[in-house]
């Protein structure tokens, strides 16, 4: 499946922005859903990431109870709203997935993602 990520920008802190990640195939409703990002220097970090029938999402507590990540499988599309933003949301955000049923716990290892998406640029200014 290709993944495409779009909706990234400029915006100031406690400034919001939506993440979509759009696919080219029916069969992305299946699969496990996940967004990374990667600011310059760092590891790529995994922010959310959802089971195929969004029954189950996590998120860091970096940034949980500011980002929710939805799906809409009939329209092969993933989400990710960003609520009041931080300098340090800055980053390169990317969607990924995986078909293997694999357990939450393990959604971290990037290694283990099928997909990717080019990444969309999040700047956020203080």
């Known amino acids: 499946v290709q993944l495409q990520a779009s909706g990234g920008g400029l915006v100031q802190t406690g400034g919001s922005l939506r993440l979509s990640c759009a696919a080219s195939e029916p069969m992305f409703s299946s699969y496990t859903i996940t967004w990374f990002r990667q600011a310059p220097g760092n590891e790529r970090e995994l922010v959310s990431g959802?089971?195929?029938?969004?029954?189950?999402?996590y998120y860091p507590d970096s940034v949980k109870d500011r980002f929710t990540m939805s799906r809409d499988n009939a329209k092969n599309t993933a989400f990710l709203h960003m609520n009041n933003l931080k300098p340090d949301d800055t980053a390169v955000y990317y969607c990924?997935?995986?078909?293997?049923?694999?357990?939450?716990?393990?959604?971290?290892?990037?290694?283990?993602?099928?997909?990717w998406g080019k990444g969309t640029l999040v700047t956020v200014s203080s």
């Open positions: 990924a997935s995986v078909r293997a049923s694999i357990p939450s716990s393990r959604w971290a290892d990037a290694t283990l993602m099928d997909s």
């Open positions: 959802t089971t195929w029938n969004g029954g189950y999402t």
